[in-house]
């Protein structure tokens, strides 16, 4: 679905739920990062 300006002056709703969507990703990624990272130096320190 493609919004244009005019349906986010519309729908604030709408971009509150998609930016929520989008910070979880964002805490997704990072917490599966900072958990390769935790298992690489694991395993790199033994």
Known sequence: MVFDEKDWAKCPLARQRR?????MIVTLVVAGVAALGMILSLI???
């Open 44 to 46: 790199f320190n033994i």
């Open 19 to 23: 930016k929520e969507k989008l910070d």
